[in-house]
């Protein structure tokens, strides 16, 4: 019931096109797969030995425990959400430059733009 509720909650905030996630019991359920199929969602599976088609969320949310949220006492909600927006921000930019260098490689360039 967890994770129903937890869809329910999500999709009152708005309604994707597309629902991604692994092949987990939870998510394959027909309660489940029946929400987002009732509201139009298409739903995509990752395949088996997929876990690296996650690798940067899945790193990116290491990072943000270990370097932010577990080394800062946040005294409000509104602290926590500043200090979290800051390292996105910070997370992103690096992302983007890995992403840039990685097409550039991949592509034979020799400069970064």
């Known amino acids: 019931h967890f994770c129903l509720d937890a869809l329910d909650l999500a999709l009152n905030q708005g309604t994707p096109q597309i629902f991604n996630t692994d092949q ?26 997929r876990a690296l088609d996650n690798i940067f969320v899945e790193r990116f949310g290491r990072s943000l425990k270990y370097e932010e949220v577990y080394i800062k ?16 921000d910070k997370f992103s930019f690096f992302l983007h430059l890995f992403t840039r260098l990685n097409f550039c490689l991949k592509n034979g360039e020799r400069h970064m733009v």
């Open 73 to 88: 006492s946040y005294s409000s909600v509104t602290e926590a959400s500043l200090g979290i927006g800051n390292y996105d």
């Open 24 to 49: 987990g019991s939870q998510f394959t359920s027909l309660s489940f797969t029946n929400a987002l199929l009732s509201r139009n969602i298409q739903i995509s599976w990752d395949g088996r030995g």
